[in-house]
Nanobody, 123 residues
Framework: QVQLVESGGGLVQAGGSLRLSCAAT????????MGWFRQAPGKEREFTAA???????YYADSVKGRFTISRDNAKNTVYLQMNSLKPEDTAVYYC?????????????????WGQGTQVTVSS
């Protein structure tokens, strides 16, 4: 069982930066791939970034080069550094954990979810 709590969302102007954090409680954090998804109003939840148990990372094309995902297994925390933010990045951002050792991108690959944190980018 893993519990996830996101923090770090807020309001930022276009071009600005935010860092999201996701703190996990429970056992064996390092055995989970960790992902970030986002959901804008009226849209489906979409994959944003993920980091594998090995530390390998992968991103949605829409955020590649602007967002960086990282993890600190000693702190049971995963981060999402978001730079050069755009109004279209506005969404609720969710942290999720997957026991899959591949490259999980589908939300159904993730069994544990946080409550989400709002990110709003003004133009």
């Amino acid at each position: 069982q893993v519990q996830l709590v996101e923090s770090g969302g807020g309001l930022v102007q276009a071009g600005g930066s935010l860092r999201l954090s996701c703190a996990a409680t429970g056992r064996s954090f390092s055995s989970y791939a960790m992902g970030w998804f986002r959901q804008a109003p009226g849209k489906e939840r979409e994959f944003t970034a993920a980091i594998r148990q090995s530390g390998g990372t992968y991103y949605a094309d829409s955020v590649k080069g602007r967002f960086t995902i990282s993890r600190d297994n000693a702190k049971n925390t995963v981060y999402l550094q978001m730079n050069s933010l755009k109004p279209e990045d506005t969404a609720v951002y969710y942290c999720a954990a997957s026991g899959d050792y591949g490259y999980p991108r589908n939300q159904y690959d993730y069994g544990y979810w946080g409550q989400g944190t709002q990110v709003t980018v003004s133009s």
